[in-house]
């Protein structure tokens, strides 16, 4: 009677445990989703505008699947820590289950893989382990962001980062723990992972190649997630990084698919990898005869009256070519936001096409000569003039 009343007391503690971590974890949870919250709003009021690029902010988890990965674990453990105590309650009754480690499943022989005999108790703590190694890679994750992570300034991609090295790590411990309750001698066992790990390096040469890249990019951050890269031709922003292969969505929402492989091996432009300040290089040409310090002078006031363009560095003008069509200037600005590029680049344009119609500074157009051969007599030479755009022709 006495330890059936201790055991009534151990489950009334744990309802109430369970209750004060579930509502704990709620709180948690609605804190990181308030934070969320808070981040996509500074966002949109920083890009002012739909259209332009788009940066994908980190998604790990969305806030369903951490609720989720959150309360298992927890009520996993609670289970494990109330069983233990109620072990201790009922210990020597439960001593008759040592029966199990007396039958036998297999008997080791010389030149086996296993040392000793296996017996029903260490297939049973096998499948535990296997068990407890599959919940934990599958939740640990989510628990972690919600009590540790959301509590941390860390920077773009390395909550992912580290939930994913996570998950690895309890994978390869739970398969250790696993064989080693099976009893496996390792001495034996390394000569057959040797054998498989070079067959395994042949056959499949590409999926090792690209699972090491991916723990090269895990450790080594080279790409985060969220951040705007540039590889080959593509361009667009890092979404996912998994085991084999990585996913970018471009900037017209399509999702592709790239190996690992080739963020390590190839060359790769990372936009935001330190910094997000980058240069917005804008081109124009002014008819021959212009007034060059005019036109250094307007285009100086043009993107000093942008507020998107940065005093530190300061914008730059220079006449580059003397071309023989146009006088070719370039005006170079620097953005502190990869989502400024192309709106500075479009204020700053209809901002100096005002300054030029009001200055009277004309856009060169291509110039020809064109010689007319008639029939009869001598050739005549007719030069064409440059065309005035037509809001000059008056």
């Not at 300040?277 to 007034?291: F, M, N, P």
């Not at 006088?327 to 502190?336: A, D, G, M, S």
């Not at 008639?374 to 000059?392: F, I, N, R």
Request: proline letters at 4%; glycine letters at 6%; hydrophobic letters at 50%.
């Amino acid at each position: 009677m006495a330890r059936f009343a201790i055991t009534l007391y151990l489950l009334g503690l744990w309802v109430v445990v369970e209750a004060t971590v579930v509502r704990s974890l709620a709180v948690a949870a609605r804190r990181l989703a308030y934070r969320r919250a808070l981040a996509r709003r500074r966002a949109q009021v920083q890009e002012g505008a739909e259209g332009g690029l788009e940066v994908v902010e980190e998604p790990p988890l969305d806030m369903e699947k951490i609720n989720a990965q959150s309360l298992r674990p927890s009520k996993l453990i609670l289970l494990i820590g109330f069983s233990a105590l109620l072990y201790l309650v009922w210990s020597d009754l439960l001593a008759v289950l040592g029966y199990l480690d007396q039958v036998s499943l297999w008997n080791a022989a010389e030149g086996d893989l296993v040392d000793n005999a296996l017996s029903i108790s260490d297939f049973v703590t096998a499948l535990l382990v296997v068990a407890i190694t599959f919940i934990s890679a599958r939740n640990l994750p989510g628990l972690l962001e919600v009590m540790v992570l959301s509590r941390l300034a860390l920077k773009q991609g390395s909550a992912y980062a580290i939930s994913s090295l996570l998950s690895y790590t309890i994978v390869g411990t739970g398969i250790v723990m696993s064989l080693a309750s099976l009893g496996v001698s390792w001495d034996k066992l390394q000569w057959l992972v040797a054998a498989l790990s070079v067959g395994f390096g042949f056959g499949l040469q590409e999926i090792f190649a690209n699972f090491i890249s991916g723990l090269i990019i895990l450790f080594e951050r080279p790409i985060r997630i969220g951040d705007t890269i540039t590889i080959g031709n593509l361009h667009g922003t890092v979404s996912q990084i998994r085991i084999r292969a990585t996913t970018v969505t471009d900037f017209d929402r399509k999702e592709i698919i790239i190996p690992n492989k080739t963020f390590v091996t190839d060359q790769l432009i990372n936009w935001s990898l330190s910094d997000n300040v980058t240069r917005v290089v804008l081109t124009y040409g002014v008819s021959h005869g212009s007034d060059l310090p005019l036109v250094h002078k307007l285009l100086r006031q043009a993107a000093d009256e942008n507020a998107r363009v940065l005093d530190d560095p300061e914008p730059q003008v220079f006449c580059l070519s003397y071309g023989p069509h146009s006088l070719n200037f370039e005006l170079r600005i620097f953005v502190n936001d990869l989502l400024d590029r192309l709106f500075a680049a479009d204020e700053v344009n209809c901002r100096v096409d005002e300054l030029f119609k009001e200055a009277g500074v004309r856009i060169a157009f291509e110039q020809l000569d064109v010689l007319v051969h008639p029939e009869q007599g001598e050739s005549v030479k007719v030069q064409s003039k440059p065309t005035l755009p037509p809001a000059t022709l008056s």
